[in-house]
């Protein structure tokens, strides 16, 4: 492959790359980068982040009250297993 | 769009953003260039193969073609033949024994249907971030909800891995097969999948031994099904279940338990981003999840069918377990029947073993910010790796303890899995409804109709369950 020019120019695309015809070098690290984008390189993400959303009350409540549901709910199923494993006479 | 909220000062990380810049043209790439790593190789090796198959493909009709799709197709279809698991198969089992062809048959297709509405969801969202649904979570909400959420998942995978084990013991146990040998299979086929170090060749492995869920097809068969009653049943919902409402409740909790669970969708989300799928791959991953659906729908039937002529005898199976099933069918479909099944439920196990360990190992990498892809050698991401064995590993030995409450475990796991879904459903719908995560490619009002309409069917399952625990002479009458 030549190294003047991007390796894999057009790859996204499907196109051959420049000079071959059977693959590419991914030895050289431009014909990674032109098949990745950009935020799915591991040293890229490691470098980013979306960052905290801002969460209103009603999200805020939301989110509370499904956390109140499970516990309530898994002292259920303690309840409804303990019953399962010793039925009443 | 809008912008992304702005990072505090003290943060280290620059603002992410939904993009789908090549990386060759971001600003960093002469950094990046730098920083490589086996896992980005690996993935530039499987983008290229698309690449070029898209390229071949070009101007074909079907979704890219069928190259592209053969290349694509993995997630979707892992993680709902990874969810026809051995519990799930055993629910089904004792649906088909104790009710027959009837309410159950239509019922288990909706609750594919919920399942898809989901998983689609996790392909968007993996897609257009490259990031787990662990760290999305934990990004976008913080560990306070992070470690909820990641709580919720440990549990419900670590006593659903269990069932697994119970699965494989109890499968190859109808052939003889000793519990340690038979669990130690188990463990050695999950190790197995993962001494690659690539992701391709794991899905691809795995995909192979999936298939197999279709073992219950033939089962089915040979139990001579009505036909004219399973079309009737499916347009009908007819006949309804007669019985006691308590054992009804707890198999309608079983059955959605069986298709929509937490696993699932931190599972899909991961294996599409490790997979290294893009926005412009987002229909080919529908297309993966849809394939899934239809191929688990029809494995479920399929062992809901097989387990009739139990009902149709009016054999009591309400004490089953897993191989007991098998041997009981074996007056009606024969003993290469009976084999079949049980060699389904092994089969059932080892797959969701593979999957649902590989789920945790993702989660546990994201949060803790360490290596956490198959493309990885394993001395590079040994903490993840060991995530996922160590699981599998402290499961399997959890089965050979004698006087384990097993029973218990297999009683909880599906109802635990419907109890945990909404929370993570809201998380979910959040997240695909967050602008500046998704960009255009946020929810929709139809996407979020039929989500809330999920979540708004699992809690009143879940009421259910609860009111009929707190209130049994209730659904005694």
Redesign the interface.
């Known amino acids: 492959m030549r190294h003047d020019e991007p390796a894999g120019a057009g790859a996204r695309d499907g196109e051959p790359p420049e000079g071959t015809t059977a693959g590419l070098d991914l030895a050289d690290p431009r014909a990674v980068l032109s098949l990745l984008e950009a935020d799915q390189v591991v040293a890229a993400k490691q470098r980013s982040r979306f960052g905290h959303r801002n969460l209103t009350p009603g999200v805020k409540a939301l989110l509370w009250s499904m956390r109140v549901y499970v516990v309530v709910m898994l002292v259920l199923v303690v309840i409804s297993v303990l019953r399962a494993i010793h039925p009443a006479p | 769009m809008n912008r992304?909220?702005?990072?505090p000062d003290s943060?280290p990380?620059?603002?992410?953003?939904p993009?789908?810049?090549?990386?060759?043209?971001?600003p960093?790439?002469a950094?990046?260039?730098?920083?490589?790593?086996h896992?980005?190789?690996d993935?530039?090796?499987d983008?290229?193969r698309v690449?070029?198959?898209?390229?071949?493909e070009?101007g074909s009709k079907t979704i890219g073609g069928l190259s592209v799709l053969w290349l694509l197709i993995g997630p979707g279809v892992l993680v709902f033949l990874g969810e026809n698991d051995a519990p799930s198969m055993l629910s089904y089992a004792a649906t088909g024994a104790r009710f027959g062809i009837g309410f159950f048959l239509p019922f288990v297709v909706l609750t594919f249907l919920m399942g898809l509405v989901v998983q689609e969801m996790t392909v968007r969202l993996g897609a257009v971030?490259?990031?787990g649904h662990a760290e999305?979570i934990f990004?976008?909400?913080?560990k306070f909800?992070g470690f909820?959420s990641l709580g919720?998942l440990i549990l419900g995978n670590f006593l659903t891995l269990v069932t697994e084990f119970i699965g494989i013991r109890a499968g190859l146990g109808f052939f003889g097969i000793r519990p340690i040998i038979a669990v130690g299979i188990g463990l050695a086929v999950v190790i197995s999948t993962i001494a690659t170090g690539r992701y391709w060749t794991w899905e691809r492995i795995t995909l192979a031994l999936a298939i197999f869920n279709g073992l219950f097809v033939p089962a089915a068969l040979l139990s001579h099904p009505d036909w004219k009653a399973a079309g009737h049943a499916l347009l009908t919902w007819t006949p309804l279940p007669r019985g006691r409402g308590e054992d009804i409740l707890l198999l309608i909790l079983a059955d959605i338990g069986a298709t929509v669970t937490p696993w699932m969708i931190f599972f899909q989300q991961s294996a599409v981003v490790d997979k290294?799928m893009?926005p412009r791959d987002i229909r080919a991953g529908r297309f993966d999840t849809l394939l899934g659906v239809v191929l688990a729908a029809g494995f479920g039937i399929a062992a809901i069918l097989a387990c009739v002529p139990l009902y149709l005898h009016g054999i009591n199976s309400s004490q089953f377990e897993a191989a007991q099933f098998a041997e009981a069918l074996e007056p009606w479909i024969g003993h290469a029947g009976a084999a079949l099944f049980a060699l389904g439920i092994f089969e059932a196990g080892i797959v969701a073993a593979i999957a649902i360990s590989t789920s945790s190992a993702y989660a546990f990498g994201e949060v803790l910010?360490t290596g956490h892809s198959l493309n990885r050698p394993l001395r590079d991401a040994w903490p993840f790796y060991s995530a996922l064995l160590g699981s599998a590993a402290a499961a399997a030995g959890l089965v050979l303890i004698p006087g384990v409450?097993l029973?218990?475990i297999v009683?909880?796991v599906n109802?635990?899995a419907v109890?945990?879904m909404?929370?993570a459903l809201?998380f979910l719908l959040?997240l695909v409804n967050?602008a500046?995560?998704m960009g255009e490619q946020a929810n929709g009002s139809w996407e979020n109709a039929a989500g809330v309409t999920v979540v708004a069917l699992l809690?009143v399952a879940?009421i259910g369950?609860?009111l009929g625990?707190?209130f049994?002479h209730w659904i005694h009458r």
């Open positions: 992304p909220e702005k990072q943060s990380y620059a603002a992410a953003r993009t789908t810049d090549v990386a060759a043209e971001s960093l790439a950094n990046l260039a730098g920083l490589l790593t896992e980005d190789v993935r530039a090796r983008r290229w690449s070029r198959a898209r390229w071949r070009r971030t490259h990031r999305m990004d976008r909400f913080g909800w909820f919720d290294g893009q910010e409450p029973e218990m009683l909880t109802v635990v109890l945990a909404p929370p809201v959040l967050d500046e995560v809690i879940g369950f609860g625990t707190v049994p």
